[in-house]
């Protein structure tokens, strides 16, 4: 694989997570703090939105497995998905002023469902590349830890830049900013997955008959090890991204302070930062003394250290933000390391389940990757929905003239130890249930992964020996 794939492949991981990110981290603060949106609503049309996709992801991967075309079975998707998806992603972020009320709520529901299907038309093709122009092992592992990489990048900068700049750009009025930074996103996702369409070429591989529905999903069931691994992804994700979801709140209404937004953007940059440098850096350092799933192991524990560490700071006397460096290392660095494991895994279950099936199904085992983050996502947002309504944590319509307010002031303290409760606790549970099911139920190790590769690379032979 040449320098201009590798980059090419990369860029269209920064352009999709950034467009992720902005989505999964800010759509329930945009209709619920600022369009004052029901918390309740907004949690249950998400929520929704992620029930409609068990039906939608798989069949997706069912029409991309059946697609051949001159450009490849995954690019026309690819690029199809992503240019839709982005305009999409602007309306959704650009809603009429003239709604309200139950048109609002309507708007809201409509533009995010939609959103969920043309970015699994874009997901599912692009995960699904990896299998299709890699082989097994280090080439593939390196490849998923480089695109894992990306997408790190692509979400720090939205978490690092959203906030500066929707101020930048909107000053008080968060709508207006959000509105044109969404389109400058918008732009930069659909030039970025451009590239990767025109760099990459996927190699040519065995020509089996597509899948049916009912043979997809009974190929899915069948093989356990990618089901232990999207399991695993759902307890994981959900974990984490409860907390990315309510920590715009924990600076706004609890660290407060009239520049609020600043301190967040200092704690998402070093965040940000430790996150591409555990997937840049750790991984490869981990990975010379420790295997795969070590590293796992590793990353959940270190996870559980932050949140704790988080906890407890949150009840002391957090005037500085710099102290709450300390748990966002173990948590940040622990979510860069997990996005690629589970990447990892989730690709050598592709050779697993041709092993045992006899059929490899690169599309399907990434539907439901794209499938299960985004239940987390919709999990992990009924939860903080729940959290905002119960402990009333909501923005006041506010002027040009009353940019400077602490809005910490105006809140019970009730509701900021249920806020803090709520993004430390929950995580914690999850991330501890998902040490406990992937321990009890994975077995790809290194070892098996080779026996795997070397009976697949027999059968083969054997096959064309036949034939011959």
Same mark, same amino acid.
């Given at each position: ?6 980059? +090419? ?28 949106? /029901? ?12 029930? #409609? ?54 708007? +809201? +529901? ?25 082989? +097994? ?11 894992? /990489? ?53 190699? /040519? ?44 709140? #924990? ?44 590293? #796992?192991?590793? /990353?959940?524990?270190? $996870? ?24 966002? #290392? ?45 239940? $987390? ?37 009730? $509701? ?53």
């Amino acid at each position: 694989m040449n320098f201009k794939t590798r980059m +090419a492949y990369g860029l269209g991981a920064v352009g999709k997570d950034m467009v992720y990110m902005l989505s999964a981290s800010y759509v329930l603060y945009y209709y619920q703090d600022i369009l004052k949106v /029901s918390a309740i609503a907004m949690g249950v049309i998400l929520m929704a939105a992620r029930f #409609f996709d068990a039906f939608n992801d798989p069949i997706m991967g069912m029409i991309v497995a059946k697609t051949k075309t001159r450009w490849g079975r995954f690019r026309p998707w690819l690029m199809i998905g992503t240019v839709t998806n982005a305009i999409i992603l602007f309306l959704m972020f650009a809603a009429p002023p003239a709604l309200d009320g139950k048109g609002l709520v309507a708007y +809201a +529901a409509i533009t995010y469902i939609l959103w969920g299907v043309t970015y699994t038309m874009m997901d599912i093709p692009y995960w699904s590349m990896i299998p299709a122009f890699t082989e +097994a092992g280090k080439q593939r592992e390196n490849l998923t830890t480089f695109a894992r /990489s990306c997408a790190g990048v692509g979400s720090a900068l939205i978490t690092v830049f959203t906030m500066i700049c929707v101020h930048g750009i909107g000053g008080a009025n968060e709508r207006v900013g959000f509105k044109w930074f969404t389109l400058i996103i918008s732009v930069l996702y659909i030039a970025f997955i451009t590239l990767t369409c025109l760099a990459v070429r996927e190699r /040519s591989t065995v020509d089996v008959e597509a899948p049916t529905l009912k043979q997809m999903v009974k190929a899915l069931l069948q093989n356990d090890q990618a089901m232990t691994v999207v399991v695993a992804i759902v307890l994981i994700n959900t974990s984490i991204y409860i907390t990315s979801n309510l920590v715009i709140y #924990f600076f706004k209404y609890d660290f407060g302070g009239t520049g609020w937004y600043n301190s967040y953007t200092v704690f998402n940059i070093f965040g940000g930062a430790i996150q591409i440098l555990a997937m840049m850096a750790f991984f490869p350092i981990m990975r010379k003394f420790l295997s795969t799933i070590r590293v #796992f192991y590793v /990353s959940l524990f270190s $996870a559980i250290i932050g949140y704790a560490t988080l906890l407890i700071l949150a009840f002391t006397n957090m005037s500085n933000v710099f102290l709450l460096f300390v748990p966002a #290392f173990f948590i940040f660095a622990a979510n860069g390391l997990l996005s690629v494991l589970t990447t990892v895994f989730l690709a050598n279950s592709v050779e697993y389940g041709e092993l045992r099936n006899n059929r490899r199904d690169e599309s399907v085992l990434f539907s439901m990757q794209t499938f299960v983050v985004k239940l $987390a996502s919709g999990i992990a947002i009924l939860a903080a929905s729940v959290c905002l309504e119960i402990f009333s944590l909501s923005n006041e319509d506010i002027t040009e003239a009353q940019k400077v307010i602490d809005f910490s002031k105006d809140v019970a303290m009730s $509701a900021k130890i249920g806020l803090r409760m709520t993004m430390t606790i929950l995580p914690v549970i999850g991330l501890i249930l998902g040490i406990f099911w992937f321990r009890k139920r994975f077995m790809l190790t290194e070892a098996k992964m080779n026996e795997i590769t070397d009976e697949l690379k027999q059968r083969k032979e054997a096959e064309e020996a036949e034939t011959a």
